[in-house]
């Protein structure tokens, strides 16, 4: 299948409208059994014309994902990334975490955004009239595609050192996710601090 590249027709439209800061948010490891949750949020200058494409991370091998992630960084206009640890998860349920890890990406924007583009769904502390929700927008909107690029970098390489400290658990390898490697080293060594005890594992017996 070819890929597709994001565009900046919803960012576009807003800055017709003098909303000059538009910031595009995505999110990495909501479903992960093991590590944080990391979103990032990104503001492209306004009216900005780009030498490269964006596309959805998912859609990128790691090399270049991670070129892509420099090259997003240094052409925008501002971005941050925001961090909610596994424990916090477990203390504050998945939902409010998910609300939490995009308030402290955009705690790191240097500018203020105009407009919020978020993939999927709509943040609760923002106004209504000042988000827009866009479902797969990781694949249609250039600054949401930017922000999972840059999430998904971030928090695989993040996964990657963290596999230095639990090396039982093979996390450089499926990055804290379900898969069946990830079980089996679950029901040989428990689990550790790191991991999301309070739900997903019903395949064991805790």
């Known amino acids: 299948m070819k890929k597709v590249a994001a565009t ?11 909303l000059n800061f538009i910031v595009g948010l995505d999110e990495v490891g909501r479903g992960a059994w093991a590590g944080p949750m990391v979103a990032a949020a990104v503001i492209f200058p306004q009216n900005c014309e780009l030498e490269f494409q964006i596309f959805d991370s998912k859609m990128l091998s790691p090399k270049n994902r991670e070129s892509l992630s420099e090259q997003i960084i240094s052409q925008s206009f501002t971005y941050g990334i925001g961090q909610v640890e596994a424990f ?14 995009f308030y402290r990406a955009l705690e790191k924007l240097s500018q203020k955004p105009d407009h919020f583009l978020v993939d999927a769904f709509k943040l609760k502390f923002i106004q209504n009239e000042k988000q827009t929700a866009i479902i797969h927008g990781d694949k249609f909107s250039a600054s949401i595609a930017a922000a999972s690029v840059i999430a998904k970098n971030y928090r695989d390489k993040l996964m990657i050192n963290l596999s230095s400290d639990y090396p039982n658990y093979n996390l450089n390898l499926h990055k804290g996710y379900g898969t069946r490697l990830h079980q089996e080293a679950i029901l040989k060594y428990g689990l550790s601090v790191i991991h999301r005890k309070n739900y997903h ?3 064991l017996d805790v």
């Open 8 to 18: 900046f027709d919803f960012e576009k439209s807003l800055w017709k409208q003098n």
């Open 201 to 203: 594992l019903n395949f």
């Open 88 to 101: 916090e998860i477990e203390k504050m349920g998945l939902a409010k975490a998910n609300q939490v890890v």
